[in-house]
């Protein structure tokens, strides 16, 4: 399976993100923020990143880019589409997801290997995760904190579009601790952790547990058994 992975202007994790695609078995397509053609890929990963050195808010000029009419038009037609951090950023920002990704409360850059409960299985991206499993992911980033408006948190938890939600202490000050979003159809997924940095063993996070450190592999490869189902 073919998996576009964009680049744009100021996108720092593309080569970690097509390196998780071939992980997981797929083969990468580098595609670039300012085409207008898909190149044939049947998923598609929004990489993060600084893009437009995070001006206006992160990913909001992103969002506007050329490719994204695609990218819109793609997640329209049932495309598993994946954002992460600054991918989600956009996603939100692009009106696929809902609502927005805003300063941390604290105002400062969060680094940490972030402990996760997987909230929804039947996605595109998490259908090998068991509803409830917990998994740790590195998280990063300055604009982390999801917000939105009391009805449309009350729309998003009742349609059950919450992915992964933050285990422990809240890192940023999300709404109810959200960590990632899917769509009612559950092609598009957004999250702020990176499982593209837990790929493999000896480089992703250490926890007792053995294998956290592949925890973000399984998304890559939920994928591939999403577009083959
Ligand atoms: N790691 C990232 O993608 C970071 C996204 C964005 N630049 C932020 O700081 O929130």
């Not at 927005?100 to 595109?124: K, S, Y």
Request: charged residues 25%.
């Amino acid at each position: 399976m073919k998996v576009g992975v964009i680049t744009f202007p100021g996108t720092l994790d593309d080569r970690d993100a097509q390196r998780a695609v071939r992980l997981a078995g797929h083969e990468p397509v580098a595609l670039w923020h300012g085409e207008h053609d898909l190149h044939g890929v049947d998923a598609l990963v929004l990489p993060g990143g600084f893009s437009y050195g995070d001006y206006l808010r992160c990913g909001a000029i992103a969002a506007l880019s050329p490719i994204m009419t695609e990218v819109v038009d793609a997640a329209n037609r049932g495309m598993p589409v994946l954002g992460i951090c600054n991918g989600f950023q956009m996603l939100a920002e692009a009106h696929l997801l809902p609502g927005g990704l805003v300063r941390n409360e604290t105002g400062l850059f969060v680094r940490r290997d972030q402990r996760l409960r997987v909230e929804r299985t039947d996605t595109a991206w998490t259908n090998r995760f068991d509803e409830g499993q917990e998994i740790v992911i590195p998280l990063k980033n300055g604009e982390g904190r999801f917000v939105a408006t009391p009805e449309e948190v009350e729309r998003l938890e009742g349609e059950g579009l919450v992915a992964f939600r933050y285990l422990g202490e809240n890192p940023n000050g999300s709404i109810d601790d959200i960590a990632g979003l899917s769509n009612a159809a559950g092609n598009v997924v957004g999250l702020m952790p990176h499982p593209e940095h837990a790929v493999e063993l000896g480089f992703g996070p250490t926890t007792t547990r053995m294998k956290a450190g592949l925890d973000g592999l399984e998304i890559f490869k939920s994928a591939l058994e999403a577009v083959a189902a």
